[in-house]
């Protein structure tokens, strides 16, 4: 939109989006949550003995679920809003103002579950639901196909392949998300900044959050990949050596107790890393959203210096 000047000239009322310097937020990222490591741990460890036996009790029903794959979805959308999201939350409450606000925690212990930590869950689970939602929607889409005639069962099988619904939750998650997330950050501070608001300010930004983001939560994915191996490791009882049978027929006696302590421990080892590593690998994304929300949506002027 333009409006004419006293000469004549055209002046523009909307000045060009601004663009993302990607890299140096990135690397922004990565060396403020390292300079911050302290702070994580004053604002963290509270929380993870608090989530450690929550964890375990909810990951234990686990090793009796016939399919584990509908089990991660159910517990990751039923779990979310009473359990994983305000633990997370609370923690991103925290380190948001600490980036923004440069509000340092002195208290030797962080609990913090008031208003501004609730609505930061409320809009983190319709987002989760954003995103988790097209796999749900592609399990139901599969229960169409029974009964349907070839054709029609081989469109809702491809429209419903793991693959699509995986594709769909990524994009989602990387180039729709993040540009909605810019309200996380505000409700943190006690902003006003609505979706649309959001969606606006970002525009011609898409795939520049979508690239920092991927880059800030690859730790977090490369970690998740190499989880189930690092657990097939640990639980492989690789140290007996078959070859002393009457060793071997005592422990083979005792495999009931055996098959208990073993998924206590690693019930427990599971609680303890996710407590641990979910906070710890998920900070770089949070330290990159607040310097996003920093860049696009507060005044050159306003904006604090940038080594929190």
Not at 112 to 139: K, M, N, P, Q
Not at 141 to 163: H, M, S, Y
């Amino acid at each position: 939109m333009t409006s004419p000047d006293p000469i004549g000239l055209p002046a523009i009322a909307a000045s060009l989006p601004a663009k993302l310097p990607v890299w140096q937020m990135v690397r922004a990222s990565y060396a403020i949550a390292a300079r911050n490591l302290g702070q994580l741990v004053r604002i963290c460890w509270l929380w993870v003995l608090i989530m450690v036996p929550v964890y375990a009790a909810l990951d234990w029903p686990e090793e009796t679920w016939p399919a584990q794959a509908t089990y991660h979805w159910i517990r990751a959308i039923a779990a979310a809003l009473p359990v994983d999201l305000p633990f997370l939350a609370s923690i991103a409450v925290a380190w948001h103002r600490l980036i923004l606000r440069q509000e340092r925690v002195t208290q030797p212990a962080y609990l913090r579950l008031d208003g501004v930590v609730w609505r930061y869950v409320l809009y983190s689970f319709a987002f989760l639901l954003l995103e988790r939602g097209t796999a749900i929607c592609a399990l139901l889409v599969q229960n169409l196909a029974i009964g349907a005639d070839f054709f029609a069962r081989l469109l809702i099988e491809l429209l419903a392949a793991p693959a699509a619904a995986a594709g769909a939750a990524m994009a989602i998650g990387l180039l729709i998300l993040p540009r909605l997330s810019l309200v996380l950050p505000a409700v943190a501070v006690g902003e006003r900044l609505s979706l649309r608001h959001a969606w606006r300010i970002t525009r011609g930004n898409t795939l520049r959050l979508g690239v920092a983001t991927a880059l800030c939560m690859l730790p977090a994915v490369t970690l998740a990949m190499l989880v189930p191996l690092l657990m097939l490791l640990v639980s492989a009882p690789w140290w007996l050596d078959f070859s002393w049978p009457q060793i071997v027929a005592l422990i083979w006696a005792w495999m009931p107790v055996w098959d208990l302590a073993i998924q206590l421990s690693r019930s427990l080892a599971y609680a303890l890393f996710t407590a641990i590593v979910s906070p710890v690998l998920t900070i770089f994304g949070i330290t990159l959203l607040s310097l996003t929300y920093r860049f696009f949506a507060v005044p050159s002027e306003a904006r604090p210096s940038a080594s929190a």
